[in-house]
């Protein structure tokens, strides 16, 4: 499980290299990567529409359905780390702080 | 710069932890967060939707407006995390081996 | 009921004039018209996210949540009108066009 | 034009039958519906991502460009009209209530 050792920063890192490699930079001011994530996003709804929810919990039991969906998420992932890198978003301290904020809006259930 | 040091596994745990200690698990299911993920993405895009592309630039420039969207970053983030952990999606190997993909169909621009 | 005597083309018409007494035209480009609808989208999708299907047909039973429900349909009806409007495109035509493709591609059942 | 002679009412009764014909009413909840809307425009957006406004309005006056868009116009609308049609809203008086509305919260310019 890469995960549990990559870090954001990396992930990031390789989106930034793998535009600027193709020149798409000139192309990636935050409004148009908003409405490319905002695409992706579109595609990773695509194989959910019409299933329930256990049916779609089931679809990603599928290995091909998985590898289909991670595909779509590693596209919408890729949006985001492109945003973050243009806007000059540190996504670890947003997440955190947001991560914090939301605790008070809504407080953990205690036993 | 926090994207440096944090692991995707870590984001992905805080994300997964949170919604436990809430009880929110029952309404994981792909399908919810999928859909949960497209309202999220509507919240980023709006403060893009009338700036021109230099707009939407100097706008994350701006400390208050890049706290705000930052704030819209985390909650995608976060339910992309969501997502990838109900869905048993490694969110790493999924990027690498689009890159990979992507390499092939786009190749890099030489000088 | 007035959708069995209101024109797609007076609806077109009053999202128009609606922006241009406010003088909102140069920001009504299709990139920008696209994005904004988006947005409205996001909110319409946004009282479902956590029902089920049953469950979601149930709220739009309820007086109060439909005319939520209504008030986010008008929005996102609204800025189709408004990118229809500025890309030339007559809705009631494209809408016939694509339904005559699509019954090619999915015939009818028949008993 | 037929959008000047051809009614909202007409549209969703001819969605409404498309799909009954297709038997695929059992799919058409107000949250399936809702997410299927969102991905047709996700592929709305798709040809603007990375234009311009005025780009967007060039490619807008383009006949194949514009003739591929009115595809996707007529899908997202096809998607509102099922989504009205068992949500059981009456599009054309929900815009007119909201265009009321938005007329106090945005007052018209005056010259």
Same mark, same amino acid.
């Given at each position: 499980?890469?995960?549990?050792?990559?870090?954001?920063?990396?992930?990031?890192?390789?989106?930034?290299?793998?535009?600027?490699?193709?020149?798409?930079?000139?192309?990636?001011?935050?409004?148009?990567?908003?409405?490319?994530?905002?695409?992706? #996003?579109?595609? =990773? @709804?695509?194989? +959910?529409?019409?299933?329930? /929810?256990?049916?779609?919990?089931? *679809?990603?039991?599928?290995p091909a359905?998985r590898a289909a969906?991670a595909d779509?998420?590693?596209? #919408?992932?890729? =949006? @985001?780390?492109? +945003?973050?890198?243009?806007? /000059?978003?540190?996504?670890?301290? *947003?997440?955190?702080?947001?991560?914090?904020?939301?605790?008070?809006?809504?407080?953990?259930?205690?036993?």
């Amino acid at each position: 499980m890469a995960d549990a050792t990559t870090t954001v920063g990396a992930l990031k890192d390789a989106a930034g290299a793998f535009a600027a490699e193709r020149r798409w930079e000139p192309f990636h001011t935050p409004k148009n990567l908003a409405m490319a994530l905002a695409c992706e #996003v579109g595609e =990773l @709804l695509e194989p +959910f529409r019409w299933l329930t /929810g256990e049916e779609s919990l089931a *679809a990603c039991r599928d290995p091909a359905t998985r590898a289909a969906v991670a595909d779509e998420v590693a596209d #919408v992932f890729n =949006l @985001l780390m492109l +945003f973050s890198l243009h806007s /000059g978003i540190d996504v670890s301290d *947003a997440v955190t702080a947001k991560l914090a904020k939301n605790a008070v809006k809504y407080p953990a259930k205690s036993d």
